[in-house]
């Protein structure tokens, strides 16, 4: 028994759910965060990341500037590297990557193509 000495009582609110998923995928990522502000920085952790598909989080446009599959490849000198942005609303996909997918991607507004219908790498 509590008393709340006429105060209104709540029963406490515990949100015992775990991102197991999210934060084993995490785990095995590159933090762009790390590497804020130093595009070398940057390119020798996606180079050096294990593994044939490159996952990296955290990204912003301060580090490296506004990313495509161009720009994405420049920095990581792997088959596949997706970058996510630091908001997840953005990923991008280097040319390797791109090429990967590029059967499942539709024509809708979130996949960016550039002048001539090509997507961007920018999803």
Same mark, same amino acid.
């Given at each position: !028994?509590?008393? &709340?000495?006429? $105060?209104?009582? *709540?029963?406490?609110? /515990? $949100?015992?759910?775990? /991102? *197991?998923?999210? !934060?084993?995928?995490?785990?095995?990522?590159? +933090?762009?965060?790390?590497?804020?502000? +130093?595009? $070398?920085? *940057?390119?020798?952790? #996606?180079?050096?990341?294990? &593994? @044939?598909?490159?996952?990296?989080?955290?990204?912003?446009?301060? @580090?490296?500037? /506004?990313? +495509?599959?161009? &720009?994405?490849?420049? !920095?990581?000198?792997?088959?596949?590297?997706?970058?996510?942005?630091?908001?997840?609303? #953005?990923? =991008?996909?280097?040319?390797?990557?791109?090429? *990967?997918?590029? /059967? =499942? #991607? $539709?024509?809708?507004?979130?996949?960016?193509? +550039?002048?001539?219908?090509?997507? @961007?790498?920018?999803?």
């Amino acid at each position: !028994m509590v008393e &709340g000495h006429g $105060d209104a009582l *709540l029963p406490g609110l /515990h $949100d015992h759910h775990l /991102h *197991l998923l999210a !934060m084993a995928a995490a785990a095995s990522s590159v +933090d762009c965060g790390v590497h804020a502000g +130093d595009p $070398d920085g *940057l390119a020798a952790a #996606l180079r050096s990341a294990p &593994g @044939t598909w490159v996952r990296a989080v955290g990204y912003h446009e301060r @580090t490296a500037g /506004h990313l +495509d599959r161009q &720009g994405a490849r420049r !920095m990581g000198a792997r088959p596949a590297v997706r970058v996510q942005h630091r908001s997840g609303a #953005l990923w =991008i996909l280097n040319s390797p990557a791109l090429a *990967l997918v590029h /059967h =499942i #991607l $539709d024509h809708s507004p979130e996949v960016e193509r +550039d002048a001539v219908g090509r997507p @961007t790498g920018r999803l």
